[in-house]
């Protein structure tokens, strides 16, 4: 009995079963035993959860803290208006939230719904997810592996694992191999012993890596820290005059209405709903632009990215082998065109050519189409492949010249197929011809080359020359090293059909395929923006180190003889030589030696799921915040962990999409270059709104505190429900519009901001009490000017109009806090304008309606009266202009991108 076949009954014996499967009720037991071969879900987002998790917002709490202390003293019109802006804030998450979350669902899709399999002796075809250990699989090409296997029959066997490995190149498989759920059949036929089947699969496994709890965005973060931080002002100045007051023998409901008026002005009512809205219009405009958004807070991160880590099958590059060089006849022609459309040129030495004056090429060409068991056809509009993406390339080459491989083969009749094998690397297929039997073989040039005896040249054979293989060698060796997959192409005229194992042997020489996995065309551009923005690319693979390296400096990674730094260690400064490390080496470096180099590579070759967490893992250690993109399962698990998971849409696995936040739906690496833009101009609007808005709050505490300080608790310059609506409906629009800015000129010119960075950094915090202090002692003067204790109510209505005609102008201020309001053009942002008049005039609607003025104890103005407050307004915009340029100034700030 043979080494095989005791594997073989070993794998049978353990599980109980045979080559002809197991019974249909011993199948029933075992999926009782052993359950559903389906991935399955530890957690799922129910929309309860979504709407649970609309609650994390700390200011959300205070204001329903604010809203309950409303309620409790009796002022009704307080907490409606407080309750409804927290129901509109989590309303609009939750829908924005759980539309884009879908989080496993797809995953079950993964493998087909139905498979073949071998039971009571027959083959049977039962739901994938009722497969079990035991059950034997019977697939053929185009077939998806539905489990884990062990084969023990198969035929000229070729697996895609590119979605579990990242290996571009399908897999040759041979009697007791693991096969694995999820790969693809491109060539041949298997029988296959089911090891493992659900989460105990290899994908299963990499599904629970991916199960892990969310981690939290840059921007909950800061979100959190600035709201505990506005939080603990409100109590502490709203406790603070309490106890004051109560110690001057205030009256108790006085003092609480007073102690409700700072809370309302410490906290910025608006900040929640301007920020969903901020990030609900950035989630559209990215979907505009062919990326998909899953969670919400995610948006900003973007802006913040330092290093994207990418796959680099199917992302940066097409994921279809392109044959770009032939050579042929001593020349070395050119094939335009990428992909599997069968358009473009070949040109011979820059030049288009008569190919019915080229005999060799054009056997050559035919050679590779019917030395072929792949297949090409269009179907509405749009070219289907099956097949070896290898094989695929050469069919397609061959259509560029017009050969097509259903049409040779009329004339070109197929006998006999000899099947490549890991051992033999070459194929062959025989023909009968109206002029005889002819055979083509492609190949490994090495192994080619030994059974070649001739070597024809523009029609005319002759014995190939010891010089002749020298100088074919050192193509191939060329070729490879421009990280081509190099074939060589040989044909035997006049074989004798009893004697076809001859085929192979005295061979004639026709030519070397060249072909490669060529870049995507925009990817160039879209990295050399990313270089620009200050943005590290890292390609992450599990192909081989060279053609890792080849593609990198192709799409401008890195250059020759660059070199990534130099270190004592020589095992760190034989990597830096290169920018890149396989997989192996990366085993061998300890986590402090990673870290040493960790920021200095740019390739990564030969790795594995667990490879690519370390990885990320280790830059995000450093500070980064790291962005991958992938299409594979085996990308998933870092996917995850990164802060920023972009799946491919259109080749992307379900795992990699239920993995990540965002989703390319046209598979573009230049997609992300728009969506980090968007993400920073996101980022930068946000910082803007916050500025604005705490800016304002800070001026309302100011004013009360100070009206109360020095003009008694009876003399409070405004009113708390006057307070909450300036909080409200007089500086929302504003932030909103704010918030929708759009991008400013040359932010992808500008280094990615420090992670640590908060929105309230030292310039922002000073502009902040620098512009409150202007604002708040120009309302308080107006309101001391006026003479309250003869008129309270005129005064604080004068007072309530200045900080209403603020609107006018101050937001205009914050467009920008780099430059001038006056080189980014006034009127730019029409929504702003439309906005700040529209809420102006709304605003003064409270003055001049009767009721509503009684309601908000206020009084209408004759035109002459609102003079001081536009003055007043006008005036701190001026200086909120010169603040900025000073601040800019002295903190070295560029006063323009």
């Avoid at 395929?513 to 270089?531: L, S």
């Avoid at 990699?656 to 101009?681: C, H, P, W, Y």
Wanted: charged share 25%; with cysteine; net charge negative.
């Amino acid at each position: 009995m043979t080494k095989a076949n005791t594997m073989q009954n070993d794998q049978f014996s353990k599980l109980e079963s045979s080559e002809t499967g197991i019974s249909e009720q011993e199948a029933y037991d075992r999926l009782q035993k052993y359950g559903k071969n389906k991935l399955e879900e530890k957690e799922k987002t129910t929309a309860l959860k979504v709407f649970a998790g609309q609650f994390v917002n700390l200011i959300v709490w205070v204001l329903m803290a604010a809203a309950g202390i409303s309620l409790f003293i009796g002022e009704i019109i307080d907490f409606v208006v407080i309750m409804f802006t927290v129901a509109v804030v989590i309303i609009l998450g939750f829908f924005q939230e759980y539309r884009a979350e879908k989080a496993m669902e797809a995953l079950m899709n993964i493998v087909q719904p139905q498979t073949t399999v071998l039971r009571d002796g027959k083959m049977r075809k039962v739901l994938t997810e009722d497969i079990v250990p035991g059950d034997v699989l019977v697939l053929e090409t185009g077939d998806k592996v539905p489990a884990d296997g062990v084969l023990f029959g198969s035929v000229a066997l070729k697996i895609d694992e590119s979605a579990l490995t990242g290996e571009s190149v399908p897999v040759e498989k041979n009697e007791n191999d693991k096969i694995y759920a999820g790969t693809q059949l491109v060539h041949g036929k298997c029988n296959t012993f089911v090891t493992e089947t659900g989460m105990n699969t290899r994908i299963g496994q990499i599904a629970s890596l991916i199960q892990t709890k969310d981690e939290n965005t840059p921007l909950q973060n800061k979100i959190r820290k600035l709201s505990l931080t506005l939080a603990m002002l409100a109590i502490m100045a709203s406790a603070l005059t309490f106890l004051i007051g109560l110690s001057i023998g205030a009256p108790f409901a006085d003092m609480l209405i007073i102690s409700l008026a700072l809370a309302v002005a410490a906290i910025p009512e608006g900040l929640p709903l301007t920020l969903t809205i901020t990030l609900a219009y950035g989630m559209k405009k990215m979907a505009g632009h062919n990326a998909i958004i899953r969670k919400m807070l995610a948006v900003e991160a973007l802006g913040s990215t330092t290093v994207i880590c990418t796959d680099k099958t199917g992302t940066l590059t097409r994921n279809e082998m392109t044959v770009e060089r032939i050579f042929v006849s001593d020349d070395v022609l050119e094939l335009k065109g990428t992909g599997y459309e069968p358009k473009g040129e070949i040109l011979k030495k820059g030049n288009t050519f008569d190919l019915s004056e080229e005999p060799t090429t054009k056997k050559l060409l035919k050679g590779i189409a019917l030395c072929n068991n792949s297949s090409i056809e269009k179907r509405h509009d749009k070219w289907e492949v099956v097949g070896d993406p290898t094989e695929i390339a050469l069919t397609v080459a061959a259509a560029k010249a017009d050969l097509w491989k259903d049409d040779l083969e009329k004339g070109y009749q197929m006998l006999e197929e000899i099947v490549f094998t890991s051992e033999r690397k070459i194929m062959t297929t025989i023909h009968k011809t109206p002029g005889g039997t002819v055979s083509f073989t492609k190949g490994a040039p090495e192994f080619i080359l030994p059974d070649c005896s001739k070597i024809e040249k523009n029609g005319i054979s002759q014995a190939i020359t010891e010089h002749e293989m020298e100088m074919i060698l050192e193509k191939n060796l060329e070729f490879a090293g421009s990280a081509y997959r190099v074939l060589a192409v040989a044909c035997k005229e006049n074989i004798v059909e009893k004697t076809n194992l001859n085929a192979e042997k005295e061979m004639t020489f026709l030519g070397l395929v060249a072909m490669i996995d060529p870049p995507r065309e925009e990817v160039k551009e879209a990295v050399t923006i990313c270089k620009d923005a200050g943005i590290q690319v890292i390609m992450i693979t599990g192909d081989n180190q060279e053609t890792a390296k080849a593609i990198a400096r192709d799409i401008g990674l890195f250059d020759n003889g660059q070199g990534c730094g130099t270190y004592k260690d020589d095992k760190l400064q034989h990597i830096a030589q290169d920018c890149a490390v396989t997989g192996d080496e990366l085993n061998e470096l300890d986590e402090e030696e990673f870290s040493t180099i960790v920021e200095n590579i740019h390739v990564y070759a030969r790795t594995m799921p667990e490879q690519k967490l370390r990885i990320v893992q280790a830059l995000q250690k450093k500070g980064h915040i790291v962005a991958m993109t992938g299409d594979g399962v085996n990308d998933a698990p870092a996917l995850k962990k990164a802060n920023i998971g972009i799946a491919m849409g259109i080749k992307g696995t379900d795992v990699a999409k239920e993995s990540s936040v965002m989703i390319l739906q046209d598979d573009n690496f230049a997609t992300i270059v728009e969506a980090v833009k968007e993400g920073r101009a996101i980022y930068d609007n946000i910082e803007k709104f916050i500025t604005y808005l705490i800016s304002r709050n800070f001026m309302l505490i100011i004013l009360i505190m100070a009206g109360i300080g020095l003009l008694g608790f009876d003399l409070i310059p405004l009113l708390a429900l006057q307070i909450l609506f300036i909080n409200m409906f007089n500086e929302i629009m504003p932030a909103i519009s704010l918030g929708l800015d759009p991008a400013a000129d040359g932010i992808m010119k500008k280094p990615p901001r420090e992670p640590e960075d908060n929105f309230l950094k030292k310039r922002n915090l000073t502009m902040v009490i620098s512009l409150a202090l202007i604002m708040g002692i120009a309302a308080f003067l107006v309101f001391a000017l006026s003479r309250p204790s003869e008129d309270v109510v005129m005064a604080r209505t004068l007072v309530f109009a200045t900080v209403v005609s603020m609107i006018l102008f101050i937001p205009l201020a914050f467009r920008s806090l780099e430059r001038s309001v006056f080189s980014i053009g006034i009127f730019s942002n029409k929504l702003m304008i439309a906005g700040v008049v529209a809420t102006f005039l709304a605003t003064m609607s409270v003055m001049y309606i009767p009721y509503l003025n009684k309601v908000f104890g206020l009084l209408p103005l004759s035109s002459r009266e609102w003079i001081v407050p536009m003055s007043v307004a006008f005036i701190t915009f001026l200086m909120a202009e010169g603040l900025k340029y000073l601040m800019n100034r002295y903190t070295k700030v560029p006063y323009s991108y």
